[in-house]
């Protein structure tokens, strides 16, 4: 089952609009990666953060490694009408080798 | 280059029926992961292979599941007597190596259990 908790679950947003989402841990993860999925396909790696603290982008997507080690978020600026998807993040916890342990996602919705 | 593939894209059984599902990893990756996904949630990890080493099952979620990994290359997960529970998208990652967390996804097979 999910361990991590990921918000929020869907965002209806204007095009143009900055998206934010986060995901939080009850244990400590040495790596936090975010994924988008577009329908009938799978994730698609977007960010993959390995240090606390962290803070790394790709494009308009801005993550970052909470100094915790317990919590991300991703942010989205100036969105588009092809950002709309599902959006998870996903964490490898420090007694869990190999396995990463995925957040419910996020729906983001953008209308013109 | 080629990414993760996975056949058959869709798969609709009678209940009660098995079925064998299949991954091609990424060409060099060593690591291959098993996860199911049920409708509108995120994602379960099923099975992990690394290298030649046993893999680990802990995700399995019956004795009706099975995966094996052949050459260290293509996997097979196998469902037996399959449930409507089963029914969800069984996705197949890769990654480069053991303990390299950057896994790359195939586009899943849809299974249905009728």
């Known amino acids: 089952g999910q361990q991590l908790n990921q918000s929020p679950q869907s965002m209806f947003i204007q095009e143009g609009e900055d998206v934010s989402m986060n995901c939080t841990s009850s244990?400590?993860?040495?790596?936090w990666l975010w994924y988008k999925q577009d329908p009938g396909e799978g994730p698609v790696l977007l960010i993959a953060?390995?240090?606390?603290?962290e803070l790394t982008s790709n494009g308009r997507l801005t993550a970052q490694f909470g100094i915790t080690r317990k919590d991300s978020f991703l942010n989205i600026s100036a969105s588009i009408p092809s950002d709309v998807g599902i959006y998870f993040c996903?964490?490898?916890?420090?007694?869990?080798?190999?396995?990463?342990?995925f957040g419910a996602g996020t729906q983001v919705v953008v209308t013109p | 280059g080629a990414g993760v593939s996975q056949s058959p894209s869709n798969k609709v059984t009678e209940k009660g029926k098995d079925v064998e599902l299949r991954c091609d990893p990424i060409?060099?990756?060593?690591?291959l992961y098993w996860y199911r996904q049920s409708l509108g949630q995120g994602l379960e990890f099923l099975i992990y292979f690394q290298g030649n080493s046993a893999p680990d099952k802990s995700g399995l979620p019956s004795d009706r599941f099975s995966a094996e990994r052949t050459g260290g290359s293509v996997s097979t997960l196998t469902i037996q007597r399959t449930q409507q529970e089963d029914s969800a998208v069984y996705l197949c990652a890769s990654s480069l190596v053991d303990g390299y967390y950057e896994q790359y996804f195939g586009p899943g097979t849809r299974l249905t259990v009728t």
């Open positions: 996903a964490g490898q916890p420090t007694d869990s080798w190999g396995k990463l342990q």
């Open positions: 060409s060099g990756h060593t690591a």
């Open positions: 953060l390995y240090k606390a603290g």
């Open positions: 244990s400590i993860f040495n790596t």
